[in-house]
Nanobody
């Protein structure tokens, strides 16, 4: 059974930075495409970033491109999301998700294509 645990959320001022971490246990981490999604109150879950199994491919939502960076450490079973120049629109619960399939440009941005997800971590940006 795969478990995902996010950490690193909190309150930050506009223009500030946060680094989210996600630990995967229960299966071989390097077998999964990893994604970050977020959900603001009253809104649907939306794609933030994704990374392929060997970090060869990365993808970002237009709204975070140039500000957020996704990375992974397969030796530590961890995926990270470095968030810089944050603004109020980044306020949401952030979810780490794992997809046991192969990297696909048609699937990495859709949460329904992922097999597992964590309980989320709250990120609040004050303006």
């Amino acid at each position: 059974q795969v478990q995902l645990v996010e950490s690193g959320g909190g309150l930050v001022q506009a223009g500030g930075s946060l680094r989210l971490s996600c630990a995967l246990s229960g299966r071989t981490f390097s077998s999964y495409v990893m994604g970050w999604f977020r959900q603001a109150p009253g809104k649907e879950r939306e794609f933030v970033a994704a990374i392929s199994r060997t970090s060869s491919y990365k993808a970002y939502a237009d709204s975070v491109k140039g500000r957020f960076t996704i990375s992974r450490d397969n030796a530590k079973n961890m995926v990270y999301l470095q968030m810089n120049s944050m603004n109020a629109e980044d306020t949401a619960v952030y979810y780490c998700e794992a997809d046991g399939g192969f990297w696909s440009s048609t699937s990495y941005s859709t949460s329904l294509n992922y097999d597992y997800w964590g309980q989320g971590t709250q990120v609040t940006v004050s303006s």
